[in-house]
């Protein structure tokens, strides 16, 4: 059964709208330390219940990665994400596919005969960032990659 959609609230609104603005798929901690610069006195609890509602009524995405934390992506379509095991960091993955050509929903769906509807997927790996740091020693004679601009 589905309740008639309140208006929106004045946190939850300011709590969307700074989402949408990073796409570095914050954690609910970190929501809180954006949101707070506009609303001083919302609580952590406040920003917790509201993104568990925006994400439930599919207004952003939650995402239950590996390491332990729980991150929030305002982006809705459907993507796929890499953390970086050193430094935490999660990136979108958007893969060139041109027309005609076979998506990973496609070929999940032919294996399985699903529908699929989306899918969440998460690879691990190391950022550029981290492997520029701790790159050095471990290959040898090891480039310094600075494309990343
Ligand atoms: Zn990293
Ligand atoms: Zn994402």
Redesign the pocket.
Known sequence: MQRPQKRMTKQRSVILEELSKVRTHPTAYDVYEMVRVRLPRISLGTVYRNLEHLSSSGMIKRLDLGGGQRRFDFVNDDHMHIR??????VDDVVLNQGQGMTTIEEMVGTASGYQVLGCSMEFQG??????T?TGRGSGGRSEHHTGTD
């Open positions: 970086c095991i050193a430094c935490g960091r190391i950022c550029p960032r981290c492997r740091e």
